[in-house]
Structures are given as C-alpha cells and as structure tokens.
C-alpha cells in the first residue's frame, strides 16, 4: 500500500468540494439568527453545525485557527482534532461567522469561512490578536509595501490598475482607531468603503476584479489574517501584515511567544506552500455573495471555493431541502 502514500500525503483537490459543505452548515444555521441581536447565540449554532459537519470530511485536521479567544466566542478550539481521520494531515483554520455582529444586525457581508492547507504550513497567531493589513488583488500584488505610507500604496495601486487615484477605492474598518488613516487616505483623494466589520470578506473584495474595491488597510484580526492569506494564495492577490499588540501586556506575551513585532509577514509567511483550500458561505448578502435565503422548507446559499494549486474560483449556489436534512433546524 506504499504507493497510497503520496496520494493521501497531500489534500486531494476533491477535498474543496466537500469542505464548502461545512460553510455551508454554519451559515444555515447562523442564517436563522440575523438580525435577531444575539452575536453568540448565532456563533454557537454556527460552530454546531459546522463541527458536526466537518467530521465526515476526509481529513486528519487539527484546528489551528479557530476564532473565539479575541471576541470570547464558543470555538472550534485550537488543537481540536477534526476531520474524518482518514485523509491527508492538514492544518484547518475556521471562522464560523466572520461578522457576528452583522450577522445579529442583519448588516452585509457576513460569512461562515475555513481554510484548509498542508500541517505545519499555517502560521501560529497566538498570542496577539491584531495585525496591520494591506490587501490588494494580483495587479498591484508585487508592488505594494506597507511600510510605505498608506497614500504611496494608494498611487502604486492607481498606477498598475491603470486608475486616477480619485477612482481607486480603499476599504477600511470602521474604527476610531483608523481616524489617521482615513484621514491620510482622504488626502490623497481616494475613496473610502467602510466596513463595520468582516475584514476577511473586505480582504477579498479587494483582491477580486470588478468588485470596487482595490485595497484594504488597516488593522483587524490576526486569525482573519491567515485565513484572508489563503484567500490570497488562490486569487493571486497579496496581504501583508505586521503584527500590532493593542497594549504593553500583549506586547510582552507577543515577544515572550517569539514574535518579531517587526517584521513584515508575507502572504507566504502567513500559509506557506500551494496547495491550499479556501470556502466561504455568505450568511447575509454582501459584494461577494448572497446571504441565506429561505423558501418553504428549503433554503438557498451561495458560496465561494477557491483551491490554490489550480487557481480555481468557483461560485456555488445550493438549494437545500430541510425537511431532509433535520440536523440543520437548529433554532428550536
Ligand atoms: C476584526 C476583523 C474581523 O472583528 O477582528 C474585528 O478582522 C474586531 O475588531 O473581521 P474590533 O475588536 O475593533 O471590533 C471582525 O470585524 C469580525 O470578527
Ligand atoms: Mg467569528
Ligand atoms: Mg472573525
């Protein structure tokens, strides 16, 4: 059975249709929640469906990435096995909802998001929450330094989209941490498109043509971060990031856990290799897909699956029929 073995070493390129399965469920489930201003109440159904789906995906996963110590959300924890056990070793990064907070105010762009890529090949973020992100699409991908002040990248991201800086449009987090860059962004003569949370669907935006959106700067989360990068490695755009303690305390753990505040993490820096998956279901309706949509005893999602190594992007649109798939009522 050796010659079984390079086969199951690697994830198998079957594996991104059946991982959007697992999206799919958290964001039925968390579908019945917006709007209904309850963040965790739709964060824990969202993490029930997906682990019980995740577990009959053809994988040895170990969750690397699993979100809830910043926002104090239930979790698909780190180190938590998942996966069927028999297919390839992988490290599986998982947002069950990137956007609770849109997701109970029924705001945009709210998604139930995984990346999956080869064990090891993921970077460690504990320890420090927030990063600073500059997200573009393959255009500008090779040119772009966040080092350089946000207003140079702007026009670096004008020039090689063939744009008047007055057309390019950056998205930013809503934050008042971001007052100085909004303001330095304004300055130059670009747009703005705020967003009140999910940086992981704002990343993306980015990096994808047509959207009217060429950029994204600022600071978020760091798990968002490396699931933005796999993202990144299947659309040919770039992020990169550095890491940004909110105080002193954070900062000493940051430097204690081994983290080099200065350096500059790459795409590359963030998942390593290229053989990666990403999937995303939209929960509510936003740029990149429609939310969850209900008829009588069924519901429709639209999701978005990315692999890496071919550079697929393929839009799925599901029509499911609840009475035949129980597990998903979970709001009773
Ligand atoms: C960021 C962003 C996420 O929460 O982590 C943000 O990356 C949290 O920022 O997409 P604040 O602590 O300032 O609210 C999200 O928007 C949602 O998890
Ligand atoms: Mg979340
Ligand atoms: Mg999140």
Redesign the pocket.
């Known amino acids: 059975m050796d010659h079984l073995k390079p086969a199951e070493a690697a994830p198998d390129r079957n594996l991104a249709l059946d991982l959007v399965r697992v999206t799919e469920a958290g964001a039925m489930a968390a579908g019945r929640w917006v709007g209904r201003g309850d963040k965790n109440g739709a964060d824990g159904v969202a993490v029930n469906a997906m682990r019980s789906m995740i577990n009959t995906v053809a994988m040895n996963g170990v969750v690397v990435i699993g979100?809830g110590e910043?926002?104090d959300a239930p979790m698909l924890y780190n180190g938590e096995n998942v996966g069927d056990g028999t297919g390839p070793e992988c490290d599986v990064a998982v947002?069950p909802i990137?956007?609770?907070?849109l997701t109970a105010k029924s705001l945009p762009n709210a998604i139930s998001v995984m990346a999956v890529a080869p064990r090891g090949s993921m970077y460690d973020p504990s320890a420090v929450?927030?990063m600073e992100k500059l997200i573009t699409g393959p255009e500008a991908a090779d040119k772009v330094d966040i080092r350089l002040p946000a207003a140079e990248n702007i026009s670096i991201v004008a020039k090689a989209k063939g744009l008047d800086i007055e057309d390019v449009t950056v998205c930013v987090?809503d934050?008042p941490?971001h007052d100085a860059l909004v303001n330095e962004i304004r300055q130059t003569g670009a747009r703005i498109k705020f967003?009140?949370?999910?940086?992981?669907a704002?990343g993306i935006t980015a990096a994808r043509p047509g959207s009217g959106v060429d950029l994204l700067l600022g600071i978020?989360?760091t798990p968002?971060?490396i699931i933005t990068a796999v993202a990144m490695k299947c659309l040919g755009g770039v992020i990169q990031a550095r890491l940004t303690p909110v105080d002193d305390d954070e900062r000493q753990r940051a430097i204690d856990a081994g983290h080099d505040l200065d350096r500059i993490l790459h795409t590359e820096d963030l998942v390593t290799g290229d053989d990666c998956f990403f999937v995303a279901t939209g929960i509510t309706t936003g740029n990149l897909m429609r939310g969850v949509r209900y008829g009588a005893g069924s519901a429709t999602t639209e999701s978005i699956v990315m692999r890496s190594r071919s550079g697929t992007i393929r839009t799925i649109r599901s029509e499911h029929q609840l009475h035949k798939l129980a597990a998903f009522s979970t709001i009773d």
């Not at 990137?98 to 907070?101: A, K, L």
């Not at 967003?195 to 992981?200: E, L």
């Open positions: 979100e910043k926002d947002d990137d956007g609770t907070t929450y927030y987090l934050r941490r967003i009140q949370d999910g940086d992981v704002g978020g989360g968002e971060g």
